[in-house]
């Protein structure tokens, strides 16, 4: 039994599940909770009711960074064999194969900011403080922060931000692209979650389909990212969905349909 995430399902929302990450006072993000992130995130991907995903760290923080002093004593062979866990932990959220979304609160910094990095949306309180600090101990972004980050908001910004380690505002982290939603802090989750209800009933393999065609087509040349494009679009029509979705639009008009999710 994980002993610091819990996997919520929303009662007014049955199709949204709240990964909800619980160790206080900052949520570190050690081990046993990187652990404990990726087993949820494959419960909720495994989970066909499940339509969109949302990861929250509670009311005044989400995550303020990786466990320094787990991490401290470790040479250089340690954490060579330990990196890969560590980066695959933090990047877990991209593994979703459906929307998601982080809902932030307070800090999101270094581990904190590379976890919501890996959602697909983040809305954060308009306290919030995102950065990415580690070269101050010496050491860079080791969960995909020097990857995701620029990919996110362009590589000069990224670097501004990863060489100085300075925190970032609610104002900025919007301007600059880090975050799409600023809100009041208690409104965080609220909004959260209601923008992931919206694909409770929506085309939940064209979802999937949109999302890979995106994601890896941005690690790949055009070229290949057409190619991808092309053999999911095409195989989309092999689904119920596309045929309820352009049956509906014929008979009814665009935005009618009633998907089943296959």
């Known amino acids: 039994m994980a002993e610091f995430v819990t996997v919520q399902r929303q009662s007014e929302h049955p199709g949204v599940a709240v990964i909800r990450l619980d160790r206080p006072p900052m949520n570190a993000l050690n081990a046993a909770l990187l652990r404990e992130i990726s087993s949820a995130v494959d419960e909720v991907s495994a989970d066909d009711e499940v339509r969109a995903v949302v990861v929250y760290g509670g009311e005044k923080v989400f995550a303020a960074g990786a466990d320094i002093k787990e991490m401290a004593g470790l040479s ?3 954490m060579t064999a330990r990196a890969g866990e560590l980066q695959s932990g933090l990047g877990s959220l991209a593994r979703i194969p459906k929307p998601t979304v ?21 809305i954060v309180g308009d306290n ?14 080791g969960g995909g922060g020097t990857q995701r980050l620029p990919r996110l908001i362009g590589a000069a ?10 925190f970032v505002g609610a104002e900025e982290a919007l301007r600059l692209g880090i975050v799409d939603e600023v809100v009041a802090p208690d409104e965080v989750l609220r909004a959260a979650v209601e923008w992931a209800s919206r694909f409770q009933g929506a085309a939940a393999v064209a979802l999937r389909a949109a999302k890979r065609a995106i994601d890896e087509g941005l690690d790949a040349d055009l070229g290949s990212g057409l ?6 679009f095409a195989g989309l029509f092999g689904t ?21 999710g296959r």
């Open 76 to 78: 250089e062979a340690e």
């Open 102 to 122: 982080a809902a932030i609160t307070g800090y999101a910094l270094g581990g904190g900011l590379e976890l919501a990095l890996g959602a697909d949306r983040r």
């Open 157 to 166: 910004k990224a670097k501004d931000l990863i060489f100085s380690g300075r």
């Open 227 to 232: 190619g991808l494009e092309e053999k999911l």
């Open 240 to 260: 119920e969905d596309r045929t309820i979705g352009m049956d509906s639009f014929i008979e009814n008009g665009p935005g009618k349909a009633k998907f089943v």
């Open 128 to 141: 919030v403080k995102v950065g990415l600090p580690e070269i101050l101990l010496g050491v860079i972004p």
